[in-house]
Nanobody
Framework: QVQLVESGGGLVQAGGSLRLSCAAS????????MGWFRQAPGKERECVAA????????YYADSVKGRFTISRDNAKNTMYLQMNSLKPEDTAVYYC?????????????????WGQGTQVTVSS
């Protein structure tokens, strides 16, 4: 069993920055792809960033490219999402999730363990 706990969300003004963390317990994340997803009210959950278990390949949604950076520290069993130049449209609940060991995928069905989510609110 894997437990994922997100932290670092909050309220920030447009143009500001936040750093989300996803700490895992129960099983190592070293051999699994990981992803950050977000869900805004009335919208579907979408993948904003994902990272291959080897760390060599990453994915970013077009809406966050150049502003968000995903990283992982396998020694700490933790994943991060650095979010810069935040916009009001980034407001959502952000979730971290554990994927599989294959090629990097961004569909929800490719992820089996999820955190409880952390709220990010960007004011204009």
């Amino acid at each position: 069993q894997v437990q994922l706990v997100e932290s670092g969300g909050g309220l920030v003004q447009a143009g500001g920055s936040l750093r989300l963390s996803c700490a895992a317990s129960g099983r190592t994340l070293s051999y699994y792809n990981m992803g950050w997803f977000r869900q805004a009210p009335g919208k579907e959950r979408e993948c904003v960033a994902a990272i291959h278990y080897g760390g060599g390949r990453v994915y970013y949604a077009d809406s966050v490219k150049g502003r968000f950076t995903i990283s992982r520290d396998n020694a700490k069993n933790t994943m991060y999402l650095q979010m810069n130049s935040l916009k009001p449209e980034d407001t959502a609940v952000y979730y971290c999730a554990r994927g599989d060991r294959g090629p990097l995928r961004v569909g929800i069905v490719a992820y089996d363990y999820w955190g409880q989510g952390t709220q990010v609110t960007v004011s204009s």
